[in-house]
Structures are given as C-alpha cells and as structure tokens.
C-alpha cells in the first residue's frame, strides 16, 4: 500500500501538464479530464465525477485484490484511474463471496484444476497468463449464482438438501488438486474444466467436507471457517510454517534447503517448508516463485508509466505475515492431495450425474447464449461471467 501511496503523490504534485499525462498513462477510457461514476462498493473512490486533474488529496483510496491465484495485493479503487475495470466483478462483491477462477484458453497440464478467492480477482487470475474464466459464487443480490434448477436436481438425485455452497466445496474437493489434472490430462487437452458429479450420497459428503477446507484455505480463513477452522489459518492449521528469523533487506533470490525444510531471505528464514510446497503451482507457474517475483528488490510487472518504477525500497513487515499464511496454506493443501485423489478415484468408478440426467429428468438448463449468462441484480446490487455451472 505503501508504494501506492508514493506513485499517488508523485502523480497530484506534479505541476507540468505534459509529464502528467505521462505519468497518468492516458487511454481510451481514462484521461486526466474525464470524469466516471464510482465502482460498486463502500470501501472505493466516491470523489470520481471529479478530473482527476483537479485532484489534490495526499492519500489515495486502496482496495485489496486477489492479484493471482494465493497472491493478495492492493490497487487504487478509483474509476478514474482504471481502464475496464469490469463493474460486474466490483458488483459481486458481497459477504461471503468466493471467486472460483480456471485456465480456460488453453490446454491445462499442472496444478490444481482451479483456484478460489474472496477477493475480487484481477485479470488473469489463475496464473497472470493464456487467459481464464471467473465466476462467483453468489449473483450480487445474494442469490445462487448456478444453472436454473441445478441445485434441485441435485438435491433430488442425491436425496439431500444441496446449496450453492456445497456445490462449490464439492467441486472444490474434487478439482483443486494436481491429480485431477494428472488424471484428466487428455480430456483437458480441450480446455475447460468439467467436474464428475458422483450419484453418492456419502462421497458427496466427504468431497463437500474436503472442498470446505480446500475453500477455507484459498481464502485464508475468510471463508468456511467452522470445525476447527478460524479465521487464521496460521494458528487453525496443524500444518503451520513458522518465521524463524526476520528479514533484514530486500533482495532479488530466495533460497531453499531440503534437508532442513528452511526458505531464506534477505537474512530471514521460514520452515519447516515441505518440497511439494516449493513444487506448487498453477498452470506451470510455481505459486512461491510467482509471489516473491513482486516483492523482491527489483520486481517484476509491466511497465507502462514511470510510475511503475517506484517499489519498495524495503521489506514491509505485512509481507513476512502473508509469506507465513502463504506458506502455511500451501504445507496444508499438499497435506491434502493424498486423500483428494483417492476420493476422486472413487468418485470415478461409482455412478454418475449426467447432463442427460440433469436436462430431461429435471429440466435444468444451462448457458447458450449472453444474455443467459447475465447476473441477477436487486436494486441495491448487480456477477461475473456466467453461472457457477
């Protein structure tokens, strides 16, 4: 947030018309003189009828973000600064919210299936690349964000009260591990991600019962806390990374050792590390090499103002928190894999849901067109691209 800060100040105290608009970064949607409505939300910019040209405040607004799939960052939550910045999304940002995100342009061959946050996701959430899909969980009015008639259907085959929630945790369970994609590799090969639907009552409630803690742990104890799950998954989780020693300085490598579990930086350390947690990723982009990438002495990102080269000249204090929870999280997840692809195994020689089942049995009916796909908006809401399923 700190650095925001910084690029905000150097932008409103710059007094030379031609290096401002430099600055700004001028496009199609957004220029020093243009005025937009407010993004949805309580937390955003609400001064944005205003030129930015005309602004003078020294601290700017910031929203946190999911920036890539287990990496939270910040951005300046003013209309005015933002090109596109998809107002359907901003929209669906209601309590107890949760994002599923997947690769959806091209082939996926690593990783998890999918990945979830509570925070509104940036483009190119899943990996920063090759495209994706999002869908929430919930429509901004608080309503089901799935296919007409699904949950029913559901419901009505599985003889159980099925909710927008357990399907999520469900498809949690059973796609968000690296098995899935190791066990699907060539039905993958065309992208999109499909989920087995398994016509058992009990792997349905163990798949629902894993997908919770798989939900709890992409949104950082946010979201299905509850069965001994709190809102910290670093004191929740028996699968607790600690930090060792504090870092001293910014530096461009991180090190590991495998023998004893340990990750340095800067003169800080963390551990016990298992090996799998290094080996995560998503898509082929290992998570823990993704997220120093932004937090190291010289950063990576797109450039596209001299903005851009104000980083951080030091390590923050909030990154040797979050590097705890994301280790944690990770260490977690790992630990579950095993018991995710045996439950998936078992999903797979039992009986299934079809789409001929769910279509001429009990009328659900899916997406054909855009104007299906549109959210369900009250007047004080309005979602994303699309029905969970």
């Not at 031609?18 to 949805?40: P, Y």
């Not at 087995?196 to 792997?203: G, H, I, M, V, Y």
């Not at 590097?323 to 997840?333: D, I, K, P, R, Y």
């Not at 009328?363 to 104007?371: F, L, M, P």
């Amino acid at each position: 947030m700190e650095t925001l800060g910084s690029r905000w100040l150097e932008l409103i105290s710059c007094d030379d018309r031609a290096r401002k608009e430099d600055l700004f970064k001028k496009s199609r949607d957004s220029s020093l003189d243009k005025s937009k409505v407010r993004l949805f939300g309580n937390d955003v910019e609400k001064q944005t009828t205003t030129r930015f040209a005309d602004e003078i405040r020294l601290e700017p607004t910031v929203v946190r973000v999911g920036h890539r799939s287990f990496d939270r960052q910040y951005v300046i939550a003013d209309h005015r600064l933002m090109d596109t910045p998809r107002p359907d999304l901003w929209r669906a940002r209601i309590p107890g919210q949760v994002f599923l995100s997947e690769l959806h342009s091209v082939p996926l061959r690593t990783g998890p299936g999918l990945s979830f946050s509570n925070l509104i996701p940036s483009e190119g959430f899943f990996k920063g690349s090759e495209g994706g899909r999002l869908a929430p969980m919930y429509n901004p009015d608080g309503t089901s964000n799935a296919a007409p008639g699904l949950l029913e259907a559901l419901s009505a085959e599985l003889g159980l009260d099925v909710s927008v929630e357990d399907l999520m945790a469900y498809v949690a369970g059973v796609v968000a591990h690296s098995a899935y994609t190791t066990t699907f590799e060539q039905e993958l090969q065309t992208p999109g991600v499909r989920v087995p639907l398994t016509r058992d009552p009990e792997l349905w409630r163990q798949s629902v019962d894993l997908g919770q803690e798989v939900l709890w742990l992409h949104t950082f104890g946010q979201e299905f806390a509850g069965a001994g799950r709190g809102k910290s998954v670093v004191t929740s989780s028996p699968h607790q990374v600690k930090y060792l020693a504090a870092v001293k300085q910014l530096d461009d490598h991180y090190s590991y050792d495998p023998v004893s579990q340990t990750l340095s930086f800067g003169g800080g350390s963390w551990g016990p590390v298992p090996p799998q947690v290094m080996e995560y990723n998503t898509a082929g982009k290992k998570t823990v090499n993704a997220w120093f990438s932004y937090r190291k002495k010289s950063p990576v990102g797109k450039k596209t103002s001299p903005l851009d080269n104000i980083v951080a000249t030091y390590w923050h204090a909030d990154w040797s928190i979050e590097l705890t929870e994301l280790l944690t999280v990770l260490a977690h997840l790992v630990s579950l894999e095993p018991r995710q692809e045996e439950l998936l195994s078992q999903i797979i020689a039992a009986d299934h849901v079809t789409l001929t089942d769910l279509e001429q049995h009990h009328g659900v009916t899916w997406a054909q067109t855009r104007n299906d796909r549109l959210p369900s908006i009250s007047l004080a809401s309005a979602t994303a691209d699309g029905h969970l399923f």
